[in-house]
């Protein structure tokens, strides 16, 4: 069965600078999506960055970028000059075709004026 | 462009009564996925709905059932609830089309707690 593992409850980083969030996830399949979801305290989840499996590019979006080592089953987030905004819970997600993402318990990313 | 709605946004019950949440996709979207996230929790998945059937199905009792109807809106229900089925409960939608994309869009949940 997949996993996906999120060994960082809470994560606490000083505005403007960077943090790096964990993520290893378990699976027997080749070709499978990996996703970075923020939920803030108004509970929506919020897309943040996803990567293809297939893709040896690493994603980025602005200022939010992915390292990705599916060797070791490994997604880390890095997330620089960090916001006041980007205060939330940080899920990633595994999933494999149209059907379940696989949800880790996430990380709670506490910003620091 | 409306995003995926859900209601009620707060609900209390009681140890076995029965309850419906409702979740209307994002405009466009044709497949809905329930999720249960417990307090300090990842989401669970629950089951997915396409063409008004359930095609899939995670690891919760028969006492979570769920429609789709055919605009492509969906309900929840959750008969002779316990105290542990207390949690937030998230809609998902996606385009059936766009699987590839795999892209599910979440909705703000619907925070149930039993008493």
């Known amino acids: 069965a997949q996993t996906v593992t999120q060994s960082q409850p809470e994560m606490s980083v000083q505005e403007a600078e960077t943090v790096t969030l964990s993520c290893t996830y378990d699976t027997s399949e080749s070709d499978y999506y990996l996703f970075w979801y923020k939920q803030p305290p108004s509970r929506q989840m919020i897309l943040v960055i996803r990567?293809?499996?297939?893709?040896?590019q690493n994603a980025t979006e602005n200022r939010f970028s992915v390292n990705f080592q599916k060797a070791a089953k490994s997604f880390s987030l890095k997330i620089s000059d960090s916001q006041l905004g980007d205060a939330a819970m940080y899920f990633c997600?595994?999933?494999?075709?149209?059907?379940?993402?696989?949800f880790g318990t996430g990380t709670r990313l506490k910003v620091l004026a | 462009d409306a995003g995926v709605t859900q209601s009620p946004t707060h609900l209390i019950k009681t140890r076995g009564q029965q309850v419906t949440l409702r979740c209307s996709p994002k405009?466009?979207?044709?497949?809905v996925s329930w999720y249960q996230q417990a307090l300090g929790q990842g989401p669970q998945f629950i089951f997915q709905?396409?063409?008004?059937?359930?095609?899939q199905r995670g690891n919760f009792p028969d006492r979570f059932s769920g429609h789709q109807f055919p605009n492509y809106s969906s309900e929840l229900n959750v008969n002779a609830l316990l105290l542990g089925d207390s949690a937030l409960y998230l809609c998902?939608?996606?385009?059936?089309?766009?699987?590839?994309?795999?892209?599910?869009?979440f909705g703000p949940g619907t925070r149930l707690t039993v008493l």
């Open positions: 405009s466009g979207h044709d497949t």
């Open positions: 709905y396409y063409e008004e059937e359930e095609r």
């Open positions: 990567q293809e499996a297939y893709k040896q």
């Open positions: 998902a939608s996606s385009l059936q089309l766009e699987a590839l994309n795999n892209e599910q869009f």
């Open positions: 997600a595994w999933t494999s075709g149209t059907y379940k993402y696989i």
